[in-house]
């Protein structure tokens, strides 16, 4: 049956002391609220119907979804209220799936467990038993029938012991939840409309009422503050951690990568501590990872290597390539088989063909290099003129000597040779050795200059 999902995410979150609403604040390189978004949608929901209030402009520039309809709750006056904005979009034959918009863990196996609940019953409720369910809304069963949540502040001494807790999390058809709504009063403790007062509205029809439960209860749990964020970023990371490993990742610490996006591996690669990895990298059989990489957008082919403190963004490294330690590929960087670009080497938007190496301290910027060329120590190409930028095109076999500067644009034929400390301005035929620096002149008896006397 098609369904619709409604997702709370109106609150500021004043506990997390943050001129960023609540929801947008990260786990795992995606918004709180935007992980939401991206299980449902992978349950082919027919629309998230998104209830926002505090920093609206900010949600709506930092989230996306193909199924997103923006519902405002300008004031914020309970659950029940929440959901009332998105009634006019709800249709009666369809099943609503009402989800809260903090808590960015839940699985979508969940989600499909509430949705194969419902299709069993009137009314499907996430419920979860904790060890403490302090300040949590209490389960009320008779005869193990669920017939009311109760909130922790209207709870009485003898609810207060039930384990079993609303997550806020429920599903139901949408006639129902329309007629529920309309019902819906505020007289409670905190003067709000509660959603929770529909399963009692269900039981009094005699709605069937069941609970699906998630696997583990840290799914459910929301982020109120920055120690909860925390403690959910960890938990992730170790599920990601966990699922490399199964896969066949070797992690040298599990505790030590962070995946803020998505990771992609083949066969036997080795990922060595504080690895961050950001949106969307693909790792080839036989990949190395050194410690303190950051990847970030890039792909990296079978038997590649990636030495220590290196960083690797919108690149892509050819198979038996070698990167490090301390390099930087810039976007628009490729490397093809076997090119090597070694320690304190910056390329940025530039090929570096089959065999080609620049080993050590050298920026390479807007360049074309030709296969098993050799870019000498403390090479740069000087690509911008501080307007625009232009290009460097270096030839098959050419050898550019260490601390040249190749003044863009400029083209370096195949097999040329380049002479150390050389600025090159012009184009360097084929098989050419260019020399273009100033003649060394010695002096003879050249006197040092003595040093002044203190305070002069």
């Given at each position: 049956?098609?369904?619709?999902?409604?997702v709370?995410?109106?609150g500021?979150?004043?506990?997390?002391?943050?001129?960023?609403?609540?929801?947008?604040?990260?786990?795992?390189?995606?918004?709180?609220?935007?992980?939401?978004?991206?299980?449902?949608?992978?349950?082919?929901?027919q629309?998230?119907?998104?209830?926002?209030?505090?920093?609206?402009?900010?949600?709506?520039?930092?989230?996306?979804?193909?199924?997103?309809?923006w519902?405002?709750?300008?004031?914020?006056?309970?659950?029940?209220?929440?959901?009332?904005?998105?009634?006019?979009?709800?249709?009666?034959?369809?099943?609503?799936?009402?989800?809260?918009?903090?808590?960015?863990?839940?699985?979508?196996?969940?989600?499909?467990?509430?949705?194969?609940?419902?299709?069993?019953?009137?009314?499907?409720?996430?419920?979860?038993?904790?060890?403490?369910?302090?300040?949590?809304?209490?389960?009320?069963?008779?005869?193990?029938?669920?017939?009311?949540?109760?909130?922790?502040?209207?709870?009485?001494?003898?609810?207060?012991?039930?384990?079993?807790?609303n997550?806020?999390?429920?599903?139901?058809?949408?006639?129902?939840?329309?007629?529920?709504?309309?019902a819906?009063?505020?007289?409670?403790?905190?003067?709000?409309?509660?959603?929770?007062?529909?399963?009692?509205?269900?039981?009094?029809?005699?709605?069937?009422?069941?609970?699906?439960?998630?696997?583990?209860?840290?799914?459910?749990?929301?982020?109120?503050?920055?120690?909860?964020?925390?403690?959910?970023?960890?938990?992730?990371?170790?599920?990601?951690?966990?699922?490399?490993?199964?896969?066949?990742?070797t992690?040298?610490?599990?505790?030590?990568?962070?995946?803020?996006g998505s990771l992609?591996?083949?066969?036997?690669?080795?990922?060595?501590?504080?690895?961050?990895?950001?949106?969307?990298?693909?790792?080839?059989?036989?990949?190395r990872?050194?410690?303190?990489?950051i990847?970030?957008?890039?792909?990296?082919?079978?038997?590649?290597?990636?030495?220590?403190?290196?960083?690797?963004?919108?690149?892509?490294?050819?198979?038996?390539c070698?990167?490090?330690?301390?390099?930087?590929?810039?976007?628009?960087?490729v490397?093809?088989?076997?090119?090597?670009?070694?320690?304190?080497?910056?390329?940025?938007?530039?090929?570096?063909g089959?065999?080609?190496?620049?080993?050590?301290?050298?920026?390479?910027?807007d360049?074309?290099?030709?296969?098993?060329?050799?870019?000498?120590?403390?090479?740069?190409?000087?690509?911008?003129?501080?307007?625009?930028?232009?290009?460097?095109?270096?030839?098959?076999?050419?050898?550019?000597?260490?601390n040249?500067?190749?003044?863009?644009?400029?083209?370096?034929?195949?097999?040329?040779?380049?002479?150390?400390?050389?600025?090159?301005?012009?184009?360097?035929?084929?098989d050419?050795?260019?020399?273009?620096?100033?003649?060394?002149?010695n002096?003879?008896?050249?006197?040092?200059?003595?040093?002044k006397?203190?305070?002069?």
């Amino acid at each position: 049956m098609a369904f619709s999902v409604v997702v709370l995410a109106a609150g500021k979150g004043t506990r997390m002391k943050s001129a960023l609403p609540k929801v947008l604040h990260p786990v795992g390189g995606e918004p709180i609220v935007q992980r939401i978004i991206n299980t449902v949608e992978s349950l082919d929901t027919q629309a998230v119907h998104l209830i926002y209030g505090h920093g609206g402009d900010q949600l709506k520039a930092g989230l996306y979804g193909n199924t997103i309809n923006w519902c405002l709750q300008a004031e914020q006056l309970g659950t029940g209220h929440a959901v009332m904005q998105a009634a006019e979009h709800i249709n009666d034959n369809e099943d609503v799936m009402i989800l809260v918009g903090d808590a960015p863990l839940i699985k979508a196996a969940t989600l499909q467990r509430l949705i194969e609940t419902k299709a069993t019953c009137d009314l499907a409720l996430l419920t979860v038993n904790l060890d403490d369910p302090s300040g949590m809304g209490r389960i009320i069963r008779q005869d193990n029938k669920i017939v009311a949540i109760v909130e922790h502040k209207d709870a009485t001494e003898a609810q207060k012991t039930i384990r079993e807790i609303n997550t806020g999390m429920m599903m139901m058809a949408g006639r129902d939840l329309k007629r529920w709504l309309n019902a819906l009063t505020n007289h409670n403790a905190q003067g709000e409309y509660y959603l929770t007062d529909v399963i009692a509205m269900a039981a009094a029809e005699g709605k069937n009422i069941q609970a699906a439960q998630p696997e583990l209860p840290v799914e459910v749990e929301g982020v109120n503050n920055r120690v909860q964020l925390a403690r959910l970023e960890r938990t992730l990371q170790r599920w990601q951690a966990e699922e490399l490993m199964m896969a066949g990742v070797t992690l040298a610490d599990p505790q030590r990568i962070d995946i803020r996006g998505s990771l992609t591996t083949g066969e036997d690669v080795f990922i060595d501590v504080n690895t961050v990895v950001q949106g969307k990298v693909t790792l080839g059989n036989n990949v190395r990872i050194g410690p303190n990489c950051i990847l970030i957008d890039c792909d990296i082919a079978d038997h590649a290597v990636i030495e220590a403190n290196s960083i690797v963004e919108q690149a892509s490294v050819g198979p038996h390539c070698s990167v490090g330690p301390f390099a930087r590929l810039r976007p628009g960087t490729v490397l093809e088989t076997k090119a090597k670009v070694g320690n304190f080497v910056e390329v940025k938007k530039a090929r570096l063909g089959e065999g080609a190496k620049a080993n050590h301290l050298t920026y390479l910027g807007d360049a074309d290099i030709g296969a098993h060329s050799n870019i000498g120590a403390g090479t740069i190409t000087c690509n911008y003129d501080g307007v625009n930028k232009s290009k460097t095109r270096i030839g098959e076999n050419a050898f550019i000597g260490s601390n040249s500067a190749l003044v863009a644009p400029v083209e370096i034929g195949a097999g040329a040779t380049v002479a150390a400390g050389s600025i090159i301005t012009a184009k360097v035929p084929d098989d050419a050795l260019a020399v273009a620096r100033s003649k060394q002149r010695n002096i003879a008896g050249w006197q040092r200059p003595d040093k002044k006397p203190s305070g002069q």
